[in-house]
């Protein structure tokens, strides 16, 4: 599987504002969106890594192979889950 490379990892978060205007909070909810999408996807990616490790040690540690496999099958499955959150998290273009 190939590794996804994250686009911007966020930023500190701040309070809003008086000179907030309507239009601007607008734009803060599409960037909010925006970010929680990057999010989503930055765990997928990372429930997919975890997911590839726990099969390789399946392999070389035979004993606790059915485990490993089993808890390589719900980080796959958390991935999915992650995959749709940003699916819905996207900001329509």
Known sequence: MQRQILPYPG???T????EHSRGHLQLD???LRT??????IAIACTEDQVAET??????VIPENAVRLRAQAAQARQNATLERS???RFSVPA
């Open 35 to 40: 970010r929680l999408a990057t999010v989503a």
């Open 29 to 31: 909810g599409t960037d």
């Open 11 to 13: 930023g500190p978060v």
């Open 85 to 87: 959150r940003a699916a």
């Open 54 to 59: 726990l099969e390789r040690m399946a392999l």
């Open 15 to 18: 309070e809003q504002s008086a």
